[in-house]
């Protein structure tokens, strides 16, 4: 049952790495590029939670309002005032902006809200749960894992049934082309940001909600991020959630062994299926 | 003489370093169908994507209704009613047939070309409208870039070497398809190796040779011995 129960929590877990993933995954999907600083921006998507919900004095679920619309400007003015001059053929600038860009999010975030550990405070969802045939399953993971697949079949949609999806797919096809059609790459790419850290400032306020986050805790969100996407396949949403779900099981199944073993034992799951299925589980088909 | 559709004015267009036309002068009447002939590397394809506003210059090198685009980016010449046909068909591949050309309407101008209208203009593409692009035929893929470049009406519609690589059979169909084209009033410029498919369906012609202007003259006019002779820079 103590198994069962730790694959139950893994799976759950795994719908919050799914979360930090969704964006990563998007945005290279689009324009190619890795974005090292996505792990600082879902912990600054977690600390304009935490401003907000001090300065309006409200549940941070009712944060989103304004996170996930002020994050999804900084995305979009970010692709277009910084990160569009980074891209080409050459895959080099873009990682060495966004690793200085990760640099410059944490020490904003360290004098700002200095390095103490920080919460934000869900109430009586951090603790509820439901007692599924001896299982304990706590609401607040069950709905984090809830509004990861709804909001990878919401980017789904988008990309494969939306007139903005269809532009994101031509723009990652050929941009030459794509610009024939009137299609403005600098914009489409911006949106395509835009869209991203939307989904990240749901994954940072659940992550807040869910444990204390200081400024330096990004780069391991970036790393779940990463393993995630890799795990189930570049460019594919729904692998990207399969590969969530892999990594957060092997985590709890590696912590039921040992508690040392937690962080190792997702690794060790990410190194297996990197040498077994160099695409990923699930990779994109090609046409 | 009333303003032309597009006028295109010591055009120099370079990649890079490298120059690949030089002082360019070309004007296209609204209603004409302009065949733009040259051998490889004459500076044709170069020609497209500098009006197409894939490649940029000086502003008013190239002027389309008075108004100078040389300087724009293709997103905005599409915008103005100009709409390329690329060399190499260049489909979408990760969007089905019927996205490949809804794609092409986003541009959106008011005009008589819709989705229907090409599917009646090509009805092989509705029964294909849901399959991935590139798993069509290549006259077919053609067929679906041309009528991604319609979606937009255009004013200006140019085609890069439509007929490179397809069977005689298939550009002999798309050929025909072209006077129910430009009979919408379209106005039209063809890039084609083959001259005389060239010519049969143009009123005018340009020949570029070596980045330049080597012959230019109504279609009834120029001799055989007049294009051999721009073509291949040789008396013949």
């Known amino acids: ?287 | 003489m009333p303003e032309p559709l597009l006028n295109i004015a010591g055009l120099d267009a370079h990649y890079g370093d490298f120059q690949a036309l030089y002082g360019i002068d070309m004007t296209v009447a609204e209603g004409e169908v302009i065949a733009i002939i040259g051998a490889n590397g004459a500076g044709k394809t170069t020609l497209m994507r500098s009006i197409s506003g894939l490649l940029t210059n000086a502003a008013e090198q190239v002027a389309f209704k008075g108004r100078p685009i040389g300087n724009l980016r293709a997103d905005q010449v599409a915008y103005l009613g100009i709409a390329l046909v690329p060399e190499g068909r260049q489909l979408f591949p990760s969007l089905s047939v019927e996205e490949n050309l809804l794609l092409g309407g986003k541009v959106a101008r008011p005009g008589p070309w819709s989705l229907s209208k090409v599917f009646e203009l090509f009805p092989i593409l509705k029964e294909r409208r849901a399959q991935p692009s590139t798993s069509l035929s290549g006259g077919q893929q053609q067929m679906v870039a041309i009528g991604r470049a319609l979606m937009a009406n255009p004013e200006l519609i140019l085609f890069d070497e439509i007929s490179l690589g397809l069977a005689p059979v298939i550009i002999k169909s798309i050929y025909e398809a072209l006077p129910g084209i430009v009979g919408e009033g379209m106005t039209a410029m063809i890039v084609e190796q083959d001259i005389s498919k060239a010519l049969a369906v143009s009123s005018r012609v340009y020949c570029l040779q070596e980045g330049r202007v080597s012959l230019e003259g109504t279609t009834g006019t120029v001799t055989r011995d007049q294009i051999t002779a721009a073509y291949f820079g040789v008396d013949a």
């Not at chain 1, 200095?114 to 869900?122: F, I, R, T, V």
């Open chain 1, 1 to 287: 049952m103590e198994w069962i129960n730790a694959v139950v929590q893994g799976v759950l877990l795994g719908g919050l790495y799914a979360l930090f993933a969704a964006g990563l995954s998007l945005i290279f999907g689009v324009m190619r590029l890795v974005n090292i600083a996505h792990g600082d921006l879902i912990v600054l998507a977690a600390y304009l939670g935490l401003s907000t919900t001090m300065m309006l004095g409200v549940h941070p679920f009712v944060a989103l309002l304004i996170v996930m619309p002020a994050m999804a400007g900084i995305g979009y003015v970010l692709q277009r005032g910084l990160l569009n001059q980074t891209l080409g053929d050459d895959i080099l600038p873009p990682l060495l902006v966004t690793f200085g860009l990760s640099v410059i999010i944490q020490n904003a975030l360290l004098e700002a809200y200095s390095a103490d550990p920080l919460k934000l405070s869900g109430g009586a969802i951090e603790t509820a749960s439901l007692s599924v045939g001896g299982l304990a399953i706590g609401v607040l993971p069950l709905l984090t894992f809830a509004v990861a697949v709804a909001a990878i079949a919401l980017l789904q949609w988008v990309f494969y049934a939306t007139s903005l999806g269809r532009g994101f797919r031509a723009v990652s096809d050929n941009q030459d082309i794509a610009q024939l059609m009137g299609l403005n790459r600098a914009h489409v790419f911006g949106l395509a940001m835009a869209l991203a850290l939307a989904v990240t400032a749901i994954a940072g306020i659940l992550l807040g909600v869910r444990t204390s986050f200081d400024p330096s805790v990004g780069g391991g969100r970036l790393i779940f991020g990463f393993e995630a996407v890799i795990i189930g396949g570049l460019g594919n949403l729904w692998g990207t959630l399969a590969g969530g779900v892999i990594l957060g099981v092997a985590q709890t199944i590696g912590a039921k062994i040992d508690p040392g073993w937690q962080l190792l034992a997702g690794h060790v799951a990410f190194l297996v299926v990197l040498a077994a299925r160099p695409n990923g589980l699930f990779p994109r088909v090609e046409h």
